[in-house]
C-alpha cells in the first residue's frame, strides 16, 4: 500500500541542486517536492561493503542530503570484487572513510557522518534516533536481529537485504507504518539457524555483481519511502534468482505472537544478540575446550614427525584457494551427516581446520560426539597458517 513520505521537503533547491537533479525533477512523482524531501533525508547506511556500496553510491548521487555510515572494519583486498565504492588504493584504509570519500566525489552537496565504531546494544539506539531510515547491509544474523530490533523501537523503517552465492533478497521492515499491519525481520524468521549450518559470504563466496542487484533494490525502496511515492516492499520480500534472472515477490504476513511486534510482545528492550544468535554452538565450544591447537603447534607436531591425520572441512572450491600441506579433504558436511566417520581412523590422532576454526569446530563436536576422542582442532585455521607459518600462501 501507498504511504506517506517519510520526511518533509526542504525549503529550496540551489540553482546548482537543480541543475544536479534535473532528471529526477523532471519525473512527475518525484518533482521538485520528491527531491527536497531528498534533500532534507537522514539515512543510515549500516555497512560500507557489498551492499552498503551500491546504497551509498546511489543514495548520494540521488540528492539524500545527509548519509550516515556505520563500518569498523578496514578495506582488503577481498573486498573489491565486489565492494565498489572502495578502490585499489583504499586498501588498508577505513572503509567508512573509503566510503566518505567515494561518496563526497560522486556529490559534494551531501553531508557524510562516520560512526568508525562497532554497532552493538550500547550505540545502536542512539546512532539510529539520528536518522529517518535504516539501510542493512551487514552479513551476520546476529546484526540484523538488533538492526531491527532497534529500528522498531524507536518507530525507525529498516530496509534489509541479504546476498548469498547467486541468490538475493531485499524487504522493507516497518511495523509502525501509518495505517499499515507490515510484519518486522522476526516474523519472517523468527529464529537464527543453527550456529555453522548458514555459510557467511567469506565462507561461502557471493557473485559480486549480485551486490548491484540487490543494493539498488534497497535503494530504490529508501527513495519510495523517504519521497512517498510508489509501493514499497512493506508486507513484502523480493527474492532474486541471478542464475534462472528470476525475481519472485512473496507476501509476507505479520506474525500475531511475534515477541517483538505481535500482540503480547516479550521483547520490550535490546537482548544479547551474540547469544540469541550463538556465533558457536554450545557443543562446539565445549568440544574445543581443550581440543584447540595452534597453527604453530601444528607445524611443530609435521616437523617431529608425529602420525596424526590432518582433515580439512571446508569446501573443495576453497580447497582448491589455498591448503595445508598434508591434509585430506573431508568437507564439514560429511562429518555432520556421518557419512565420513567410517574412514576416520580409531587409533591416530585426527587434527582438523577450515578457513578460521569456527567449522572445525562444529565438526570436532561432531567427532567426540561418535567417540573419536582423540581429535583437536586448528585455531584460526588456514588464515592463520597462512599468517603464522607461510606468509607465501594466498588468503580468502
Request: aromatic share 6%.
Amino acid at each position: 500500500m501507498p504511504l506517506p513520505p517519510l520526511v518533509e521537503p526542504a525549503d529550496a533547491l540551489t540553482r546548482d541542486e537543480v541543475m544536479r537533479y534535473s532528471r529526477h525533477l523532471i519525473i512527475p512523482d518525484v518533482a521538485m517536492d520528491g527531491q527536497k524531501r531528498l534533500k532534507n533525508a537522514r539515512v543510515l547506511a549500516v555497512g560500507a561493503g557489498g551492499l552498503g556500496s551500491p546504497t551509498l553510491m546511489y543514495l548520494a548521487a540521488a540528492g539524500v542530503g545527509t548519509l550516515g555510515i556505520v563500518d569498523f572494519d578496514v578495506v582488503d583486498e577481498s573486498n573489491l570484487q565486489r565492494q565498489v565504492i572502495h578502490g585499489q588504493s583504499d586498501v588498508g584504509r577505513p572503509k567508512a572513510e573509503s566510503a566518505r570519500d567515494s561518496v563526497r566525489e560522486i556529490n559534494p552537496l551531501v553531508e557524510v557522518v562516520l560512526h568508525q565504531e562497532r554497532l552493538d546494544s550500547t550505540n545502536v539506539m542512539e546512532i539510529f534516533a539520528q536518522y529517518d531510515l535504516i539501510v542493512d547491509g551487514t552479513d551476520n544474523f546476529a546484526t540484523r536481529y538488533m538492526v531491527n530490533d532497534a529500528a522498531f523501537l524507536l518507530g525507525k523503517p529498516y530496509v534489509w537485504g541479504s546476498i548469498y552465492r547467486f541468490d538475493g533478497q531485499a524487504s522493507v521492515f516497518w511495523p509502525t507504518a501509518p495505517g499499515a499491519d507490515a510484519p518486522c525481520y522476526r516474523c519472517l524468521y523468527p529464529e537464527p539457524p543453527p550456529p555453522g549450518m548458514v555459510p557467511s559470504c567469506a565462507e561461502g563466496g557471493v557473485l559480486g555483481v549480485l551486490c548491484a542487484s540487490i543494493g539498488s533494490i534497497q535503494t530504490t525502496e529508501a527513495i519510495k519511502l523517504l519521497t512517498g511515492i510508489g509501493e514499497p516492499l512493506v508486507g513484502s520480500l523480493v527474492v532474486y534468482d541471478a542464475l534462472e534472472m528470476e525475481y519472485r515477490k512473496i507476501r509476507v504476513r505479520k506474525d500475531p505472537e511475534c515477541p517483538l511486534c505481535g500482540k503480547n510482545p516479550t521483547i520490550t528492550d535490546l537482548i544479547d544478540y551474540d547469544a540469541f544468535c550463538g556465533v558457536v554452538s554450545q557443543e562446539a565450544q565445549e568440544a574445543a575446550a581443550g581440543s584447540t591447537i595452534l597453527a604453530t603447534e601444528l607445524k611443530a607436531k609435521m616437523d617431529r614427525g608425529d602420525d596424526f591425520l590432518l582433515v580439512d572441512v571446508r569446501e573443495p572450491a576453497e580447497y582448491e584457494i589455498v591448503a595445508i600441506p598434508g591434509a585430506v579433504l573431508i568437507p564439514k558436511g560429511e562429518i555432520l551427516s556421518g557419512a565420513a566417520l567410517a574412514s576416520l581412523p580409531q587409533d591416530k590422532e585426527i587434527v582438523l581446520h577450515c578457513k578460521s576454526g569456527v567449522r572445525s569446530a562444529e565438526a570436532l563436536a561432531a567427532l567426540k560426539a561418535a567417540g573419536l576422542s582423540n581429535s583437536v582442532h586448528v585455531q584460526g585455521g588456514v588464515l592463520a597458517w597462512a599468517a603464522q607459518v607461510d606468509p607465501s600462501l594466498p588468503t580468502y
